[in-house]
């Protein structure tokens, strides 16, 4: 029987329209029917398991690899992000030797977590430039990379709220570039750096050089502004926390079409044969990090 072979799989998320856990042994995850099991809880997976479970006659299934992130402290509190690096939360992957950096290699973070990568990012929320999306456009020949066309998607993505500190943000950004009712939380932020006055000044006395930018959010990213972030009241907003979080969260062949919709997997927490669970829908590989084979 076809079958996908994932290494390491250690923690398994049960989500369904009406309920959801976290679970980390195979023993205790429910006795259900899957119609689909998303291979990777990471950014996408996440998004993926969300836009799924909307139908409330579906239940998904979320494998990932690396551990929970719920009560991962570095993971929610923003300023320790930097503490996940090298850890059991990251794949601790690094660059190829770079030449212009005289042959040293450069770690390169990519989170080992529920929520992937958005569980131990910097969190800066940075949307890109208008000109980039409509030159996608323009080369795909694909008129739904354009800029304009592909906010209602980041729209519905994004959740604006209000800083930590709750201060006044009149001037800080432009309301009408952003999204009120998404999903993922994104904010200014909310502890003033003493800087941060000096910084702005400098749009005033060198505005040619350092032009003031209401918003760099809004296709034009040239120029000084203030910082948005995919923080939400002072904690991490990730995919784990925003998407999943709330939802607490036999193979077939066909003519010459094979349907694959087993996954074989090991549980570290108790070492022995592989185990095999079946969709009877679909399954879906959505973590390019977790080796497999079919």
Same mark, same amino acid.
């Given at each position: 029987?076809p079958?996908?072979?994932?290494?390491?799989c250690?923690?398994?998320?049960?989500?369904?329209?009406?309920?959801?856990?976290?679970?980390?042994?195979?023993?205790?995850?429910?006795?259900?029917?899957?119609?689909?099991?998303?291979?990777?809880?990471?950014?996408?997976?996440?998004?993926?398991?969300?836009?799924?479970?909307?139908?409330?006659?579906?239940?998904?299934?979320?494998?990932?690899?690396?551990?929970?992130?719920?009560?991962?402290?570095?993971?929610?509190?923003?300023?320790?992000?930097?503490?996940?690096?090298?850890t059991?939360?990251?794949?601790?992957?690094?660059?190829?030797?770079?030449?212009?950096?005289?042959?040293?290699?450069?770690?390169?973070?990519?989170?080992?977590? $529920?929520?992937?990568?958005?569980?131990?990012?910097?969190?800066?929320?940075?949307?890109?430039?208008?000109?980039?999306?409509?030159?996608?456009?323009a080369?795909?020949?694909?008129?739904?990379?354009?800029?304009?066309?592909?906010?209602?998607?980041?729209?519905?993505?994004?959740?604006?709220?209000?800083?930590?500190?709750?201060?006044?943000?009149?001037?800080?950004?432009?309301?009408?570039?952003?999204?009120?009712?998404?999903?993922?939380?994104?904010?200014?932020?909310?502890?003033?750096?003493?800087?941060?006055?000096?910084?702005?000044?400098?749009?005033? &006395? $060198?505005?040619?050089?350092?032009?003031?930018?209401?918003?760099?959010?809004?296709?034009?990213?040239?120029?000084l502004?203030? $910082? &948005?972030?995919?923080?939400?009241?002072?904690?991490?907003?990730?995919?784990?926390?925003?998407?999943?979080?709330?939802?607490?969260?036999?193979?077939?062949?066909?003519?010459?079409?094979?349907?694959?919709?087993?996954?074989?997997?090991?549980?570290?927490?108790?070492?022995?044969?592989?185990?095999?669970?079946?969709?009877?829908?679909?399954?879906?590989?959505?973590q390019?990090?977790?080796?497999?084979s079919?």
């Open positions: 029987m079958s996908l072979h994932i290494v390491a250690v923690l398994l998320a049960g989500v369904t329209s009406s309920s959801a856990a976290i679970y980390d042994r195979f023993e205790s995850l429910p006795g259900v029917k899957y119609d689909f099991i998303v291979i990777g809880g990471g950014t996408a997976g996440n998004v993926v398991a969300n836009r799924l479970t909307e139908d409330p006659r579906v239940n998904v299934l979320v494998f990932e690899s690396g551990p929970s992130n719920e009560g991962v402290l570095d993971s929610i509190v923003p300023f320790f992000a930097t503490s996940l690096e090298n059991a939360y990251d794949w601790n992957f690094t660059t190829t030797p770079q030449r212009g950096l005289s042959g040293r290699s450069l770690a390169y973070p990519r989170g080992h977590i $529920l929520g992937g990568s958005s569980s131990i990012n910097g969190m800066f929320y940075t949307r890109g430039s208008s000109s980039d999306f409509d030159r996608f456009a080369v795909t020949q694909d008129p739904g990379w354009s800029w304009n066309n592909i906010q209602p998607y980041i729209r519905k993505n994004e959740r604006w709220t209000t800083p930590a500190d709750h201060h006044n943000t009149q001037g800080q950004f432009d309301p009408s570039v952003h999204g009120f009712n998404g999903i993922n939380a994104v904010s200014l932020s909310g502890f003033p750096q003493p800087t941060d006055p000096r910084v702005m000044q400098t749009t005033v &006395q $060198l505005s040619q050089e350092f032009p003031f930018n209401q918003d760099t959010n809004s296709g034009n990213p040239l120029g502004g203030w $910082l &948005q972030t995919t923080i939400d009241h002072g904690k991490r907003s990730s995919s784990a926390t925003s998407y999943l979080g709330p939802r607490v969260l036999q193979t077939k062949s066909n003519g010459h079409t094979i349907a694959i919709r087993a996954v074989e997997f090991t549980d570290v927490n108790r070492p022995g044969p592989r185990m095999t669970l079946t969709a009877s829908k679909e399954l879906l590989q959505v390019s990090a977790l080796l497999i079919s």
